[in-house]
């Protein structure tokens, strides 16, 4: 016959165990640090700068393609991982992410791309789609 476990002790293990969650969920090491997986070709908001010149000069799509593709990734990694999060673009459309995208870039083009995006997840937080319809 098995002792039941006391209500206290349960309760003190799921709030280590939630305590644990909720910290690793920042995705930094202790000094708030992370490595960015990203290929070169995203990296830098001076990137996203050539490759919208190279779009409109050369119709040639290929490198914002790219941009588009890593910013929908983001932004999935984001509706996975944060709290009360269905759909942190909210009602906004891919077109018009990467239209702010690019303004925060034009403005800032010493920025990281990945920085641009936290900018960006930052400025859509507030107007997410907290569950699904």
């Not at 070709?41 to 700068?49: I, R, T």
């Not at 779009?55 to 944060?82: E, H, K, Q």
Request: hydrophobic share 45%; net charge neutral.
């Amino acid at each position: 016959m098995r002792t039941p476990i006391p209500a206290m002790r349960i309760g003190v293990t799921l709030a280590v165990v939630l305590s644990v969650l909720c910290s690793s969920a920042h995705a930094a090491d202790n000094d708030r640090q992370y490595q960015v997986q990203a290929i070169e070709a995203v990296e830098s908001c001076e990137a996203l700068n050539a490759a919208v010149v190279k779009a409109n000069r050369d119709d040639d799509w290929g490198a914002l393609y790219g941009f588009s593709l890593y910013t929908m990734g983001y932004l999935t990694g984001i509706n996975r991982l944060a709290f009360d999060t269905y759909d942190i673009a909210g009602r906004k459309n891919v077109k018009i992410l990467m239209v702010w995208l690019q303004k925060y870039c034009a403005e800032h083009p010493k920025n990281s791309f990945d920085y641009a995006l936290y900018q960006l997840v930052a400025e859509l937080y507030p107007h997410r789609i907290q569950a699904a319809q």
